[in-house]
């Protein structure tokens, strides 16, 4: 029960707002740059940084820019750096073996990374998208998708990296069974230390678009992936599979896109307690940064509030492509 408010002028709410230095005693919520992870786009080449047209401010970077980035965002105290390749479309095909080469650009990213700025978090995504001709994230075959043959391929692309040196690892794939399958490859490789944050309630969003342009997926996507990702009118289901997806073996549970699911990052944080974070998706980035760019809104300030919004939702952290310019900011 909350405390009965004394009518004004015994209580004025205005009181508590009146200067900067009491809105600071009183701010229920704060936004540092260790709340962030920063979500960066691997293409190969060397000195290469490449604009993505839906994303204004967001490059796809060669691996040795990769470096430099993750060696900034390290400085600027973001802990952790999560990394999507851009897979040349003749390394696409149907078996998405590319997805657990050893040195494909993701593996290469995290080695050079981890070799060079030891201090930051690796965090790796793990579905076959980025490696599929059918745009998948999951093996697609006469219409449909192969949920347990493409758990057997998630193993192998986790462990590889694994193998690479990755700290935290992304499924984004929302096939069920993935998280067992891929925590006990880990255990059996002795990866017993590898952090698993499952993408555990993701929705089939219109606000992925521009990520999937920074990828080069938008063209090779056949059809879309309502049968995995989950339908936008549904809340209780979130709960459930964080619930299994924590019984299976992850360390932290992400809701995905973010502000339009708001109250799911409350749900999951007041059910569980676990470690939570929201992302932040292109779509939601290119809103805010088009807006801006047209002198619609003020975009420092909508960030940061965008950003602000996910920490008083009950997340831990967040994946936002503003995480250079927040932390600087910060
Ligand atoms: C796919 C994946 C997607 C994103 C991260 N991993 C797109 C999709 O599901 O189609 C989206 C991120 C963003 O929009 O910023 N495995």
């Known amino acids: 029960m909350l405390p009965t408010q004394g009518p004004t002028p015994v209580t004025r709410f205005r009181r508590t707002r009146q200067s900067p230095a009491i809105r600071a005693l009183v701010a229920e919520n704060t936004l540092t740059a260790a709340d962030l992870i920063w979500p960066v786009f691997v293409r190969d080449g060397v000195g ?7 994303m204004p401010g967001v490059n796809r970077l060669s691996v040795d820019r990769v470096v430099d980035a993750a ?3 390290a400085d600027l105290g973001i802990p952790a750096i999560c990394l999507f390749p851009y897979t040349d479309p003749a390394k696409k095909t149907r078996d998405c073996a590319e997805a657990w080469n ?8 995290t080695r050079a990374i981890k070799a060079a700025v030891p201090g930051i978090a690796v965090m790796t995504d793990v579905a076959l998208d980025p ?8 093996f697609f075959d006469n219409g449909r998708i192969l949920n347990d043959e493409t758990v057997a391929a998630l193993v192998k692309q986790a462990l590889s990296q694994a193998e690479a040196g990755a700290d935290i690892i992304g499924p984004s794939d929302m096939m069920d069974g993935r998280i067992g399958a891929i925590r006990s490859a880990l255990e059996g490789a002795g990866h017993k230390d590898v952090l698993l944050l499952s ?3 993701k ?3 219109a606000f992925y678009g521009p990520f999937r342009d920074a990828v080069g997926a938008s063209g090779a996507l056949k059809g879309d992936k309502k049968t995995y990702q989950m339908d936008p009118a549904n809340s ?6 964080v619930a299994r997806d924590l019984a299976e073996g992850a360390d932290m ?3 995905k896109p973010g502000m339009p699911y708001l109250d799911i990052c409350r749900r999951v944080k007041d059910a569980f307690g676990a470690p939570t974070y929201a992302y932040q998706v292109s779509g939601e980035y290119a809103m805010i940064r088009g807006a801006a760019l047209n002198g619609w809104i003020d975009g420092e300030r909508a960030m940061l509030e965008s950003l602000m919004s996910f920490k008083r939702a009950g997340c831990d952290g967040i994946l936002t492509y503003f995480a250079p310019e927040a932390a600087r900011l910060l």
């Open 71 to 73: 060696r900034m965002a």
């Open 48 to 54: 290469v940084t490449e604009p993505v047209a839906s």
């Open 102 to 109: 050893p040195d494909n650009l993701s593996n290469q990213a």
């Open 199 to 201: 993408y555990a309630a």
């Open 131 to 138: 490696y599929n001709s059918d745009g998948h994230d999951g």
């Open 253 to 255: 549970v992400m809701v």
């Open 236 to 241: 209780d289901e979130a709960i459930r599979l």
């Open 203 to 205: 929705y089939a969003s």
